[in-house]
């Protein structure tokens, strides 16, 4: 079956580090993939979007990898703030109307 | 509001009550989907509609679960004789494309159920 993999563990970094968080798949090509944050109490909001012909995608502090080969994208967050402390969400296209969603990865930025 | 907004916020339930939660879309948009997310988990798809058409259901656990958009903006999830393993927080999602999952979804704050 479909599998999602986010590191499960949190990752503690400090203010003005870059964060890099993982997420592996298995058992699926997806077109695309997506990045959400989660904070406590709240849905997921979007964050970036990334096909599968693409290396690479960019937005402000924000940069994501695709690698299609390695089954496997990376999100990084570069010159971190305490306010990117929150859980990301990695997200599969099924090439339906289904969004398969990790289970997330905890960020704490220190000051 | 310009969100998508969902209620109750909390809903407290003993084990075989049924349950109504609310899911208001953003104005205009085709797709609305729901979500189950237990804690600690990532949002687990539940069901989708394009407008008032429910085409896909098949993340629905059990017969208990139905969900309706009988007029294409406001959708409902209904379980019945609710229990215990269906604690968890029901995500609605709306977006404006034709529910492609390629679609940017924007998600309501969720409802948390507790079954006692």
């Known amino acids: 079956s479909q599998k999602i993999e986010q590191n499960s563990e949190a990752l503690n970094i400090q203010e003005g580090k870059t964060a890099t968080l993982t997420c592996n798949y298995t058992n699926y090509s997806p077109a695309y993939l997506q990045w959400y944050r989660q904070d406590p109490g709240r849905g997921p909001v979007f964050l970036l979007l990334i096909r599968e012909n693409e290396k690479e995608k960019r937005k402000e502090r924000l940069k994501v990898t695709f690698d299609t080969t390695l089954k496997q994208s990376l999100f990084h967050i570069t010159a971190s703030q305490p306010a990117d402390s929150a859980t990301y969400l990695c997200a599969l296209d099924t090439g339906g109307f289904k969004t398969i969603f990790g289970a997330g990865t905890r960020l704490f930025v220190k000051a | 509001g310009a969100g998508v907004s969902q209620s109750p916020r909390y809903k407290v339930a003993k084990r075989g009550q049924d349950v109504a939660l609310r899911c208001d879309p953003i104005?205009?948009?085709?797709?609305l989907f729901w979500y189950q997310q237990a804690l600690g988990q990532g949002p687990e798809f539940l069901t989708y509609f394009q407008n008032e058409a429910q085409l896909d259901k098949s993340g629905l656990p059990s017969d208990r679960f139905f969900a309706e958009r009988p007029e294409g903006s406001v959708s409902t999830l209904k379980i019945q004789r609710t229990q215990q393993e269906d604690s968890a927080v029901y995500l609605c999602?709306?977006?404006?494309?034709?529910?492609?999952?390629?679609?940017?979804?924007?998600f309501g704050p969720g409802t948390r159920l507790t079954v006692l």
């Open positions: 104005s205009g948009h085709v797709s």
């Open positions: 999602a709306s977006s404006s494309g034709q529910g492609l999952s390629y679609n940017e979804q924007f």
